[in-house]
């Protein structure tokens, strides 16, 4: 068994913590494990350590590798459709048990990604990032490292593309190749939780074309390495955290878990030695790869805002039990809706998985049309399950003052109080819960995480496109308007 705990990733953080560069509001974070933006985003991890060790979650948060052996569903290549179906069950789990990302998500998708691609690239080239790959993943299963996936570079001005931006930051590029390894330039954005992963995996943005050979790069680099800095996500919750270093009972944050935490990765001409290179200059194999990661990632996706929903939903109906209006109708059907919602992205998630194929490295891949659909159906639901919480929760989910300021007098506390079986301090704790999913940054992320709609869009009009005759011709036929086949506006 290859489970990690809680305390050998903390050791592991204390120990490279002096070597980090982490930016947070401005200033160089020296005690990244008292830190308390980061603080949160560390006890994530943490608890994603301790809920797999739990029995009850045996073979959902923990696999059988491709060589039987247990670890981490986390650093799992998925090797069945029932791998799959479990993949989503246990992103289901972690999200509704953090109530928040669980930041080793997109390190799975990574991992499964580079899993085929690396393949891929060997069976055209005769080359070795498989086995490097290979030998890699062994290391991060036999200890269940972090690793953190960071794709979406910084772009620069959409309009232009890498070669013509003026601008070296924009997009990751190999800048020099050495003997024993090669060294990269550039910014990726919004890499959740990378700054406290024990291992980063960078991978190509989008599909690169032969001119952009240089961006065609994908690797593992230990966020400790020379040159590499991270710049912290703000948000205005993170005042309250900053001018508040106790995140024990004095601060009113809502929850230990904080609410979603993303860095800019600054590379800034960074050595990443020759055996932890995975693709290096093979363009033609980028936008495979894209497909690949947005395949699970998206897939995932659904069942990771089942978890959201699930922890919505319990959010509202405290926040309403705290209001004093949980039993009446009204509420009920608006936390009917909550769970509806919830369901539903997971129904399309599943299906993504259930529908997934055999690649001939022999790791399964969820189908890449039904993710795109679980990508954009979570969007709507999760949406309106969130309206339906708002709803629930009245206008004290962005209203409500500090916990603090229920010290200011008695008046006040009365004004705040709600259901008697509450004091005003639990009643504010509720509504802070919900105000994070209300208020938070998580509506962003469920629309732009694992690529805007627009990207989920483009593969389904081709998709479209490439059916659409045929779509046409059968409407033909079923019309009985004969021998026109192939002749219709799309051809
Ligand atoms: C909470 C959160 C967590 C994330 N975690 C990760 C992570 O762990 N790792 C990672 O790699 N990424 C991560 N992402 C990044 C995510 O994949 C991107 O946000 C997403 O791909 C969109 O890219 P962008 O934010 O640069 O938006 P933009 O590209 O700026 O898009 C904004 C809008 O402009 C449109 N647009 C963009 N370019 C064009 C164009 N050329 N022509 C026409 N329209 C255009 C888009 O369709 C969209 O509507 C995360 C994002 C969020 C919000």
């Given amino acids: 068994m290859a489970l990690g705990t809680p305390s050998e990733y903390l050791n592991r953080l204390r120990a490279r913590q002096d070597r ?34 739990n029995e009850e979650y045996r073979g959902i948060l923990t696999a059988k590798n491709w060589k039987g052996e247990e670890v981490s569903r986390l650093v799992n290549v998925e090797m069945s459709i029932e791998d799959l179906l479990l993949r989503a069950e246990s992103q289901r789990i972690l999200n509704y048990r953090i109530s928040n990302c669980n930041y080793r998500c997109t390190g799975h998708d990574g991992i499964n990604a580079l899993f085929a691609s690396t393949f891929d690239i060997d069976n055209k080239y005769n080359t070795d990032y498989h086995r490097r790959f290979l030998e890699w993943l062994e290391e991060v299963q036999s200890k269940d490292l972090v690793v953190e996936t960071a794709m979406t570079d910084a772009k620069g001005d959409r309009s232009k593309g890498p070669l013509e931006q003026g601008n070296e930051m924009a997009y990751l590029r190999i800048v020099e190749r050495r003997r024993d390894g090669i060294v990269v330039r550039g910014a990726k954005m919004h ?15 989008k599909g690169m074309k032969e001119l952009e050979k240089d961006y065609a790069v994908a690797f593992s680099i230990k966020p400790d390495t020379e040159n590499i800095y991270f710049i912290s996500a703000w948000h205005p919750m993170d005042v309250m955290k900053k001018v508040s270093s106790d995140m024990g009972s004095e601060s009113d944050y809502p929850s230990p878990f904080g609410h979603r935490s993303t860095y800019i990765v600054i590379f800034d001409d960074v050595f990443v030695p020759k055996e932890r290179v995975f693709m290096e200059g093979q363009y033609e194999f980028t936008g495979k790869l894209v ?20 922890s919505i939903l319990g959010s509202a109906a405290l926040a309403a039990d705290v209001n004093g209006v949980l039993n009446t ?39 890449f049309r039904l993710a795109n659909i679980a990508k954009l159906d979570a969007i709507e639901h999760l949406k309106e399950a969130i309206v339906a919480a708002a709803d629930v929760g009245g206008g004290i989910t962005v209203n409500a003052p500090s916990i603090k300021d229920i010290k200011v007098g008695e008046k006040v506390s009365l004004a705040i109080k709600g ?29 732009q995480g694992g690529g805007s709609p627009a990207a989920e869009l483009l593969s389904l009009r081709s998709e479209m496109r490439s059916k659409i005759q045929e779509l046409i011709d059968n409407a033909k036929v079923v019309s009985g308007i004969k021998g026109k086949e192939g002749k219709g506006a799309a051809s």
């Fill in 20 to 53: 980090l560069n982490i930016y947070v509001g401005g200033e160089k974070v020296n005690d990244v494990t008292s830190n308390p933006v980061l603080k949160p985003v560390i006890n994530v991890i943490l608890k994603t350590y301790e809920l797999a060790l």
């Fill in 419 to 447: 259901n008697s079986s509450y004091t005003p301090e639990e009643r504010l704790r509720a509504i802070r819960l919900l105000q994070l999913w209300v208020a938070g940054p998580h509506l962003v992320g469920v629309i």
């Fill in 191 to 205: 890499v959740t939780g990378a700054a406290l992963a024990d291992e980063l995996l960078v991978v190509p943005t």
């Fill in 329 to 367: 109708s009204y509420i009920q059907g608006r936390l009917l809706d909550i769970m509806r919602h919830g369901e539903a992205a997971y129904a399309s998630g599943i299906a993504a998985m259930a529908k997934g194929w055999k690649h001939p490295s022999g790791e399964y891949i969820p189908n």
């Fill in 291 to 310: 497909e690949y990661f947005a395949a699970h990632h998206r897939a995932g996706g659904g069942a990771c805002k089942a978890g959201f929903a699930d």
